[in-house]
């Protein structure tokens, strides 16, 4: 049978939305174009935009839940970056341009907690996507393993909340573990399977409302004896990936 790619999302500023994508191109040993460009490094952060940094070093889902209902929209020929949330009006800034930081500031500000250190700049790191690994990582998703979730946890539940990048339905849920160490082909790209993604906090908040409203965590731990939730990936062979393109282990 021939598994095919559903969605593709990106996360142009790190913990703060997605956008769906109908194609992307990808380049050997990079992250998606257009993914985790940017994150938010709160005052707490040894991040200086100089090397890749740990995510304990910016705001994000697992400790701001609010966080998790905005929509991003990312202009790739301007920079500019349009975020949306339910309880904010919508905002367009520039990411890179240090004028636009205390506009985004003042509108993050409301759906933070009190009491954390709070967001104080917007780092980029030349050439390197933001991502939770210390490589340069594409996160594969199958619908199987999020269906086994859903049957779990007894009600449905946004794949908005796994913030993954391709998304595919192998049939068989966790099937995509066995892919470690293997390589596999999706669309022209290849990728290297690295690791399986150890999922935290931010899971258990629902992408509409923002609101911690599902204990994904003690549901993955009682079923399955672990925490885990798709699979990182890298990229081996540059190519290009639209919606319907063939996966296949190599």
Same mark, same amino acid.
């Given at each position: 049978?021939?598994?095919?790619?559903?969605?593709? $999302?990106?996360? /142009? &500023?790190?913990?703060? *939305? +997605?956008? #769906?994508?109908?194609?992307?191109?990808?380049?050997? %040993?990079?992250? !998606?174009?257009?993914?985790?460009?940017?994150?938010?490094?709160?005052?707490?952060?040894?991040?200086?935009?100089?090397?890749?940094?740990?995510?304990?070093?910016?705001?994000?889902?697992?400790?701001?839940?609010?966080?998790?209902?905005?929509?991003?929209?990312?202009?790739?020929?301007?920079?500019?970056?349009?975020?949306?949330?339910?309880?904010?009006?919508?905002?367009?800034?520039?990411?890179?341009?240090?004028?636009?930081?205390?506009?985004?500031?003042? $509108?993050?500000? /409301? &759906?933070?907690?009190? *009491? +954390?250190? #709070?967001?104080?700049?917007?780092?980029?790191?030349? %050439?390197?996507? !933001?991502?939770?690994?210390?490589?340069?990582?594409?996160?594969?998703?199958?619908?199987?393993?999020?269906?086994?979730?859903?049957?779990?946890?007894?009600?449905?539940?946004?794949?908005?909340?796994?913030?993954?990048?391709?998304?595919?339905?192998?049939?068989?849920?966790?099937?995509?573990?066995?892919?470690?160490?293997?390589?596999?082909?999706?669309?022209?790209?290849?990728?290297?399977?690295?690791?399986?993604?150890?999922?935290?906090?931010?899971?258990?908040?629902?992408?509409?409302?923002?609101?911690?409203?599902?204990?994904?965590?003690?549901?993955?731990?009682?079923?399955? %004896?672990?925490?885990?939730?798709?699979?990182?990936?890298?990229?081996?062979?540059?190519?290009?990936?639209?919606?319907?393109?063939?996966?296949?282990?190599?």
């Amino acid at each position: 049978m021939t598994h095919k790619v559903t969605n593709i $999302w990106r996360h /142009p &500023l790190k913990s703060h *939305g +997605r956008e #769906a994508l109908e194609n992307v191109t990808l380049t050997a %040993g990079q992250t !998606m174009p257009g993914d985790r460009v940017w994150a938010v490094a709160h005052e707490a952060s040894k991040a200086d935009g100089s090397e890749w940094v740990p995510c304990q070093n910016f705001t994000r889902g697992s400790k701001a839940p609010k966080l998790m209902a905005i929509n991003a929209t990312l202009d790739d020929a301007s920079g500019q970056l349009t975020l949306t949330h339910p309880d904010q009006p919508d905002l367009t800034f520039d990411p890179g341009n240090p004028a636009d930081l205390p506009r985004f500031l003042d $509108w993050e500000t /409301p &759906l933070t907690p009190a *009491g +954390r250190a #709070a967001s104080a700049r917007i780092i980029r790191v030349p %050439g390197r996507g !933001m991502t939770d690994t210390g490589f340069p990582s594409v996160t594969l998703c199958n619908w199987a393993s999020h269906r086994a979730v859903e049957q779990a946890i007894g009600h449905e539940l946004s794949p908005k909340r796994w913030r993954g990048n391709i998304w595919f339905d192998l049939d068989e849920a966790w099937a995509e573990n066995s892919w470690l160490g293997r390589e596999v082909q999706i669309g022209e790209a290849v990728f290297a399977v690295r690791e399986r993604v150890a999922r935290c906090l931010a899971t258990t908040a629902n992408p509409e409302t923002g609101e911690r409203d599902a204990d994904t965590l003690k549901t993955l731990k009682e079923n399955w %004896g672990h925490q885990d939730f798709s699979i990182y990936a890298e990229v081996v062979r540059s190519g290009g990936i639209r919606l319907g393109d063939a996966v296949k282990v190599l």
